[in-house]
């Protein structure tokens, strides 16, 4: 009864959130506090496992909103460590074809399309309460990628290929498009762990990113 109370003016739908590995999962579900409107499952890594897991998991539940969620890359001077960077595209960075005039999207190529857009009215709720809880949170593209960036040339060819690229990740596409296959509106949520560029992996700050991952999740389920 007081579920039914306090959900009475949010819509009738169930979440699905996607995360590639068990650690984001953890940090996404003590964010939630056992908010049963939500389904939070593994993804795997990488947009193939992530595509095939979340069409398996949209076969059995219907789902309002699927949801790709976990650590990601932010660019040099676009996305800090510890900050959230929601979709306002996802976009697939590196499907397509090199050419001896340079890379070539599928989209270009004529097979479909590398972006897949998010409904504005969900990017501005979850940008303004999340900001409203300052935390640090901008919506701008996220990349999806099948290798992670690891030099200065890497990232500024992807800087370019996607002007505005503010993050990068490895799933949203995959989730994204089994989401879009079923009717589905979709979102990327990403915390940032480390910077876009030379690896260092030592740099990476996983435990603040979940932790920010965390906080951004106990802010979702208050909005959605
Ligand atoms: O080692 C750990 O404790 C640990 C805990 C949570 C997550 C991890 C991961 O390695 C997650 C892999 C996942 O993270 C995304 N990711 C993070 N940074 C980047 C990046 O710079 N470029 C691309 N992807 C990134 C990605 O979605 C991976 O699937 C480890």
Redesign the pocket.
């Known amino acids: 009864m007081q579920d039914d109370v306090k959900n009475s003016t949010k819509p009738d739908k169930r979440i699905l959130i996607m995360t ?2 068990e ?2 999962r953890e940090a996404v579900l003590r964010g939630l506090q056992a908010d049963n409107r939500f389904d939070v499952k593994l993804a795997g ?2 947009p193939a496992a992530a595509g095939a897991n979340t069409a398996f998991a949209l076969q059995n539940e219907h789902y309002g909103l699927v949801i790709s969620a ?4 932010g660019f040099i001077g676009q996305a800090d460590i510890g900050s959230i960077v929601i979709s306002s595209e996802i976009i697939a960075a590196d499907l397509g074809a090199e050419t001896p005039d340079g890379y070539l999207s599928v989209d270009e190529l004529g097979f479909g399309s590398s972006r897949i857009s998010v409904d504005p009215e969900i990017i501005n709720k979850v940008t303004a309460a999340l900001s409203d809880a300052h935390l640090p949170t901008i919506a701008r593209p996220i990349l999806t ?1 099948t290798t ?2 690891g030099s200065q040339e890497t990232a500024l060819e992807l800087s370019k290929r996607v002007p505005g690229a503010t993050a ?4 949203g596409y995959g989730v994204a498009i089994a989401a879009q296959i079923q009717g589905i509106p979709a979102i990327e949520i990403r915390a940032i ?2 910077a ?1 560029g030379p690896r260092d992996r030592s740099a ?1 700050r ?1 435990g603040e990113a ?1 932790q920010a991952l965390e906080q951004a999740c106990s802010i979702l389920k208050e909005v959605l």
Do not use: C, F
């Open positions: 590639a590995v650690a984001e890594v990488g976990g650590i990601g890359g990628v992670v960036t990068e990740a490895m799933e762990s480390n876009v990476w996983i979940l």
